[in-house]
Structures are given as C-alpha cells and as structure tokens.
C-alpha cells in the first residue's frame, strides 16, 4: 500500500481526536465536579478544577446520620453510602456470577447437547428481549412479595440476570457451537468424563466469550436506574444507584456527582481491563468454528 | 426412523436439565408478569376502585385508539427510538470502521470509545442529568440556561430535557454499537476485504458492496438491541427530564397511568402496545441472522 | 496390544444408513486403513470403535473386550483427528500430560513419557508453546505425541493428514509409517486418500455407501479388484473402463466395441465364456497399456489418435480416443506424441479385468 497522504492523516488523526473527545468528555466533565470545592463550583471555569479536592467524596462517607448544628445541613438527608457501596457490589458480583452460571449452562445445552428444536429455544430465549421489562414492575412486585423478597437485594439477584441472559446464551451458545467438537472428543478419549472435559477443557479455552458475556452482564446491571428505586426501599438496603436517585438536585449535586464517580470508577476499570476480550469474545462467538 | 441410544437421551435429558435453571427464571421474571399483564389488560383493574376487577375485552385498547395523549406517546416513542437508532449505527459503524485498522493510539481511542457503554449508566444519566440541567448557582448554569431557554423556545417548553434524553442514549448507544460491530469486523474473514481492494477502486463502492452486506447480522443485531431499549425506556427519560414528563413515551406514560392514576388496565394494554413492533423486528432479525446459525458442515 | 473385532457393525441415524454390516477382524499390531470417498462410512466406523458414536447393531471388541458400553474413556484407546484437536489454552507439554494426568499417573513417570514421545517426534524445543504458535505439521506432531504417550491398545487416526500441504503430506506418512514400526501397536487409519491408503496399510478396507467393498492387502487390491468400485478407486490415474460386448469368432472370445477390438485373455476366457452375447465393461489401467510394437500380438492391440498430453517428467500421460472411447495411458518419458497422432496401443493379456454390467463385480 501506498503512503497516505498528508491530508489523509491529518483527517484520520483529526476524527480520531472528535472521537475520543465526543466519548469521553462527559466523563470528564463529571470527574472535575466531582473533584470541585462547593467555592470553585460556583465561581470557576466548568471545565477545569483548579484546586482538586475529595472532599466531596470524603463527605459521603462521613455524613452517616449525625446532624451538624448548621441549617444547610438540617435539610440535608443522612445516607448510609457504606452499605450502598457494599450492596452494589454485592449486586455486581452476584448478577455477574449467577447470570454466568445460568447462561453457560443452558448454552453448553444448547450448542452442545443440543436437544431436539435448540435453534427455537435459543430464539426463545433471545426473544424475551421483546419484553419491556422495565414497565412489568406490579407483576413483578406480586413475584418479589410471593417469594418474599421484598425491599431485599434478593430481588434484584433474581432480576438482573434475566436482562443480560438472552443476549448472553445467544452468545455463548453460538460460540459453544461452533466450537470443533473433536476438542472435546480428544478429552474424552483421554480419559476426561464429560464433566471434566468441561471444566477443564470448555471453560478455560471460552475464556474470552465468557469476559464478553462478563462484561455485558455487568454493562447491563450497572445501567440499570428503574428496577434498583422501585424495589429498594429501605437506604441501608439501596445500591449506589437507588441511592443517588433520591438525591435532592440542588443541595447534593457535588457529592452526587462524586457518588456516580464513585461507582464508575472500579466499573469502568474493570471493564477496561478486560475490554480487549470482550471485542475478542465478541469476534469468537461470531466467527465460525473460533 | 430410529429411536435415539440411550447416551443420546441421556444427553437430551442433561441438556434440559441445563437448560431449566435458565428456563425458571425466566418464566419467573418475565412469562409471568407479562401474563398478567395481558390478562390485566383486558379488566378495569385499579387499586383505586372498589368493585371487583370486571373484565373489560379490549376496552382498553380501543380507548388509546381515539386518545390523542396515546398517539402523541406513539409518535414520540417512534421518533425517538427511530433518531437514536439511526444515530447510534451511524455513530457506531463510523467508530468501528476508524477502528479496524491498525494505527498508532489505536488502543487509547478503542479504550475512549468503549468507555460510555462501560460507565454506568444508571448513575452516569444523574450525571448528565446535572450537566445539563445544573442547579443555578454552579459556574456554567448560565450558559446551559441559555441553551435550554433557545431550545425550549424553539420546540416548546420541556424539548431541552427532551433532547438530553436523545443525546445521552445516542452517547452510550454508539459506543456499545461501535464495539459491537467493530467484533463485527474483525469476525470478517481479513481475505475478503483483501479481495475487495483487488475488485474495486472506490472506497465508498467497497464499504457499499463488501463491508455493508458482510456486516448486516451485526447491524441488524445492534438495530434491534437499540430498538428495544429506546422503546421500553422509562428510565432515562423519567430521570432526565426529573418527572416532568413534557413529551411522553409510551413507557412513561404507562407508568404515569400507573402511578399517578392507579390505572392498572390502560397501563398494561398501553405496555403491550410496544411488544408486537418488536416482534416484527425480532423476526427481520432472525431472518438476517440465519445463515450465520446455521451449522456448517 | 489388541486386536479389534468388528461383527455386523450398523450405524443409522434418522434417515441415514451410514454403516452396513461391516465385519472387520484386525489383528494385533496390524496397520489397517479404511479409505473410501467422503460419506463412505469410513469415520463413523472408526468412531463407533472410539466410542464417540452410538452403536445401532453389532458388536465391537478390542482385545478380549466388548465394548459397545464402555465410554471412549475407559476403551485405552487413542485418537488423533484432522484438525488435531488440541487444547488452546494448555502447553504442548500439558496437551501432551492431559490423558495421562487424567489417568493419575506420577508426575515424574509423566515428564519422562512426554519427554520420549516429545524426543520421538522431534518436537522437544515446543513443549512449552502453545498451540497457535505452531505451524501445521507441527500441530500434527503434537496430536500423534498426545496418542503416543498413553502406550494405547489402539491407534485411531481419522485423516490426520488431510489439512496439512502436499509436501508435508508426503513427509509425515513416512514418519507414521516409521512410527508404526517402531511402536508396534495395532493401528486403524481412515482417509480418502489412495495413495496414503496403499503407502500405509497393511491391509486395506475400502468402503463405499456404507459397505466394505473389499479388504485386502494394498497390492491384491491393486491387482485383483473385487468390483469395478475397487478398481476405479485404487490406483491414479484410474482405471480405463469401456463397455464391450462378448463376441465369439472363430472358437475365441472377444471383447468388441466400435473403435476397439481385443481377444479375451485366455485366463478370463473361461469365466467369461458365460457372458457370450451379452455387454460387460473392460477395464484396463493407464499403465498396463503401452505403444504397441512389431512384437505385440495384433489381437492385444488397437488404434487411438491423440486428445491430450500431459508430460508429468517421471512419465507422461496421454488422453487418446479410441472410436467414440476415451482412454488414458501412461506411458514412458521417451515417447514423443504430439496432439492428433496416431498410435497403436498394446496390452498386458494378463493384466485386463472384466466387470458384469450388473452387478459390477470383477468377472
């Protein structure tokens, strides 16, 4: 191939800079409020931060329930962000996990066992994505309260997974598919059970599709807003999300706007650590025979 | 025909066994509730009345067809999921293609693009929310005051928040498309563009006739996944525009009905509105998808 | 070390018969290979004797053992397949342990075992790569290491050659030819491929639509095809078949067609008395035939005019027409003849077959 021309360069390297500014500006915008003193907020330029500050990330863990003799202060709720950061977590690394489970497990069936009409229940499985879920909550309500899940994170482990499942065996099953069965075959005749032959050659050799299928689940947890306020009530029972939700805009913007930076932070880390293998996963559940 | 071996059963029987954990729940979370929401769909159920729930037939349904609130939910539902749709694929397919090929910083710019999907949303809509909407006393309240007042002005009251909406779900959307299809790519066997670069001089003939048609499974994919999320959203927009709902969607409207009004019925017949335009993309989707389920030899 | 039995082998699915009442007796030590064209039976047969495939009817014994219920597992057997099969995210070290670590087998017995086999193959500077950084044939060496280690009753390969170049083809049959020898274990082999069919097995089982059409040594196949199927598919090029009739004159038989006109060897002349009148095919292979000169009987001999020349060096390869008959000869380097010559043909009396039209067997 020829050299590019200088022109071609330039604009190449000038639409990468829009992308990149486009992507990641609003993150920045958020970091530098989050990292403003109330001061610089009001009177400072928006887009930089003069004098970073964490205070307001300092305050939300300080103000537990005590009131300070202070009026602003009087209007201000108290909040346990301890117990939010530590529910969302558990929220996180609950739903990842069971949605993994669940889904590799009817995956292997589908793309493996494949039992008689797997293509249809596959299709099925996809096609709860047509439902609306976030507008289902009374019915929903009636299952949480049947199973007594109410005001519980339980209730969310229960949900979650089911937003991220269909895309997640549709992935994985096509890619369980395609995978050459003679790799399994060889551990069998060399003296794997089935189930051995899966722990130990399946599993590990899907690790990207299974980073995919990871990081897509925990895209989807961590996107959602509706299900997290409307089933949690109770602060000490609310994640991250639902908490911030009942943030009074005008008072706590800054330490909301901490909040938010809060939880993006271990998300957004994650997932850039294990970005280039859910593009890999992604390519190996599409790609024949991967 | 033969009857299958016993291992063959055998594994039938382990793959449903496999398969119902999958199955429970989801007929848990979502068969039942949407069950009951047809069922409701078709009574006057309210918690705000007293009689008994009487069964309505499509009552309910046929109320929406003469309510211009409904048709108004309609075409701004259609019109929102249509612009962001567009917009996300277009913004999307523009990433993944600046993307397949290999260039100094690619890594950085891939990282910068996968970030909006990545960072949660459920908390990042708050911090658009407070970017765009700020409490008056911060530094740039002024200026996006300003903005909103000339949005407003020229679309009506409530279209700035309106327009937050569509650019915060276009700013996640495009980022998840753009991965979503630059996987796309790369899934693409390297030969083909190779082959393509023999056939044809233009570039825009080979996007056209070589990248377009060899992408199309993942644009449908990426269609369809914008399609329902821009449909069923509630959240975002109850979020952004704080409550105010000045252009409703179908979903806030339902759960205005639900809310506000205790309207169990509407509400549901008004959610179950969206379900059958996605089915009908559901099916398009399936179609576009089938070479590449289908198992090769 | 085992033998391998095969009584009424069948194998259907849905709507597929896919293996006919094979019976297959493989001695101990012995290199067998089943060749056939693609949908012949061939893999499935070897992977019912794996255990990879459900047995519909018959039994399969190795050694002294039936094993139609035993899992590929416990079968102690090894199986090396086209696109080799190996674990992508282990070391060709731990591609090569994995059986025998499923085996429980004592870590330094493992080294020391995958360490031979490693140093059999010429493969030792690998063990600690991983699959995608090696070529092809290098691939195919690790998956025959990882058969080798366990001292199997039973080699199973399934056209281990198939994805690899021709060169390398070449080169690695020679090296399994080699491996056999060394290791002496009973060996079953499936390919498409003739030449690797008749370079590599003791003996031969060609299978076509399910059905063994023969078994036999490579040269008894070679030389005494049983059924036209057996002699068009062993040798390359293939063998010329013309359809004649069995004509008597004068107290001899001929085999008679327009444009070609030759006597029945008096070997076949006796069985071939029964066909008198009727049609039959005569087969003659490229290399059987030769230019005719002052010395070839006129009775074994006919006139052809020249379509094609393909010089290959070692021999040349002439298409030629003889009447409405299309017939290829291999003849010798030396030959000059050039498109549109006539030639005189000659063949060997003793090495002509006949076929009944019907039945397709060799007459």
């Given at each position: ?290 | ?297 | ?259 070609l006109r030759v006597k029945v060897p008096p070997a076949l002349a006796g069985r071939l008395g029964a066909y008198k009148g009727q049609r039959v095919t005569l087969g003659i292979r490229p290399e059987d035939l030769r230019i ?72």
């Amino acid at each position: 191939m020829n050299p590019k021309p200088w022109w071609a360069k330039l604009g190449h390297g000038s639409l990468m800079l829009l992308a990149t500014v486009y992507c990641v500006f609003p993150i920045y915008f958020m970091l530098v409020q989050s990292l403003k003193t109330p001061e610089e907020d009001v009177f400072g330029n928006p887009f930089i931060v003069m004098n970073p500050t964490l205070e307001n990330f300092e305050e939300l863990f300080e103000r537990k329930s005590e009131v300070r003799g202070f009026v602003g202060d009087a209007l201000r709720r108290s909040y346990p962000f301890l117990d939010w950061l530590a529910n969302t977590l558990f929220i996180f690394v609950g739903s990842v996990a069971a949605t993994l489970v669940i889904g590799v497990a009817a995956a292997y069936a589908l793309g493996r066992l494949r039992p008689p009409g797997f293509r249809w229940w596959r299709r099925a499985i996809f096609a709860a994505y047509v439902i609306p879920q976030t507008l289902l909550f009374i019915p929903l309500y009636q299952v949480v309260i049947t199973l007594g899940l109410d005001d519980s994170l339980l209730a969310l482990l229960l949900i979650y997974p089911t937003m991220a499942l269909p895309f997640c065996v549709w992935m994985l099953s096509a890619y369980f598919q395609h995978l050459p069965r003679e790799i399994e075959e060889a551990a069998l005749i060399e003296g794997a059970s089935r189930a051995t032959a899966f722990f130990r050659i399946i599993l590990p050799m899907s690790r990207p599709v299974l980073v995919a299928a990871g990081i897509f689940t925990l895209g989807t947890v961590a996107s959602d807003f509706m299900i997290a306020s409307v089933f949690l009530l109770t602060p000490n029972n609310q994640t991250i999300t639902a908490g911030l939700g009942t943030f009074d805009v005008a008072l706590d913007e800054l330490a909301a706007v901490a909040g938010v930076n809060l939880l993006a932070i271990p998300v957004v880390t994650i997932s850039a650590v294990f970005a280039r293998g859910y593009v890999r996963g992604l390519t190996a559940a599409m790609v024949e025979g991967a | 025909m033969s009857l299958p071996g016993s291992a063959r059963r055998r594994e039938i029987r382990l793959a449903y066994l496999l398969l119902s954990p999958a199955l429970l729940l989801l007929l848990t979370v979502l068969a039942y509730p949407i069950g009951w929401e047809l069922w409701t769909s078709l009574t006057d159920l309210s918690p705000l009345s007293d009689g008994p729930q009487a069964f309505v037939g499509f009552e309910n349904y046929r109320r929406f067809l003469g309510d211009a609130e409904f048709w108004r939910a309609a075409a701004v539902t259609v019109v929102y999921a249509a612009v962001t749709s567009v917009a996300k694929l277009a913004l999307g397919l523009g990433f993944a293609l600046l993307l397949a090929r290999p260039f100094r910083g690619r890594a950085l710019v891939f990282l910068a693009i996968f970030l909006p999907w990545a960072y949660p949303a459920g908390v990042s809509v708050i911090g658009w929310y407070w970017t765009l909407n700020p409490p008056t006393r911060t530094a740039y309240a002024p200026f996006m005051g300003h903005l909103k007042y000339v949005v407003d002005g020229a679309f009506g009251g409530g279209a700035w928040a309106f327009v937050s909406v569509i650019l915060f779900n276009i700013w996640r959307g495009s980022s998840f498309i753009g991965v979503l299809l630059l996987a796309g790519i790369n899934a693409i066997p390297p030969e083909l563009f190779e082959c393509a670069l023999l056939e044809s001089k233009s570039a825009w003939r080979r996007f056209h006739l070589v990248t377009v048609p060899l992408l199309k499974p993942f644009l449908a994919l990426g269609v369809f996944l914008s399609l329902t999320s821009a449909f069923a959203d509630l959240a975002n927009v109850w979020l952004l525009t704080a409550g105010r709902i000045v252009f409703p969607v179908i979903g806030t409207h339902a759960y205005w009905l639900v809310i506000k009004a205790g309207q169990y019925g509407p509400a549901s017949a008004l959610s179950l509105t969206l379900v059958p335009f996605l089915l009908v993309v559901l099916l398009v989707l399936f179609r576009l998808f089938d070479p590449w389920e289908e198992n090769p030899a | 070390m085992a033998q391998v039995m095969m009584k009424d082998l069948n194998k259907k699915y849905d709507e597929v018969h896919a293996v006919k009442d094979v019976n297959l007796h493989i001695r101990d030590k012995e290199f067998v290979v089943l060749v056939g064209p693609s949908g012949c039976g061939k893999s499935t047969t070897l992977r019912m004797v794996a255990g990879l495939e459900e047995i519909t009817a018959g039994e399969i014994t190795i050694g002294d053992r039936i094993v139609n219920d035993l899992p590929p597992k416990d079968r102690d057997i090894a199986m090396v397949f086209q696109n080799y099969a190996l674990y992508p995210h282990m070391t060709v070290y731990d591609n090569m342990a994995f059986g025998l670590k499923m085996r429980k087998f004592p870590k330094p017995e493992i080294a020391k075992r995958v360490g031979d086999a490693a140093e059999i193959l010429g493969i030792q500077e690998l063990l600690k790569r991983k699959p995608r950084q090696l070529s092809g044939g290098q691939r195919q060496r690790v998956a025959v290491g990882r058969a080798i280690v366990r001292h199997p009753q039973v080699f199973l390969f399934d056209e281990p050659l198939s994805n690899l170049d021709a060169k390398l083809r070449v080169q690695m049959r020679v090296e399994l030819k080699r491996l056999h020898d060394r290791l002496e274990t009973t060996a079953i082999y499936v390919t498409h491929d003739q030449v690797e069919a008749m370079t590599l097995g003791d003996r031969v089982v060609v299978m076509k639509d399910g059905w063994i059409q023969q078994v036999g040594e490579p040269l008894e196949l070679y030389g005494k095809p049983a059924n036209r199927f057996v002699a068009g598919f062993i040798g390359s090029p293939s063998m010329n078949f013309v359809e004649v009739t069995a004509t008597e004159t004068n107290g001899a038989l001929w085999a008679d067609t327009p444009g070609l006109r030759v006597k029945v060897p008096p070997a076949l002349a006796g069985r071939l008395g029964a066909y008198k009148g009727q049609r039959v095919t005569l087969g003659i292979r490229p290399e059987d035939l030769r230019i005719a000169s002052g010395n070839d009987a006129a009775d074994y001999s006919f006139d052809t005019v020249v379509e094609v020349v393909e010089p290959l060096g070692s021999e040349i390869l002439l298409d030629l027409k003889a009447g409405p008959n299309v017939i290829v000869a291999r003849v010798d380097p030396t030959v000059r003849a050039k498109l549109h010559d006539k030639l005189r043909l000659g063949l060997h009396p003793e090495r002509v077959h006949f076929f009944d039209n019907k039945t397709e067997l060799a007459i």
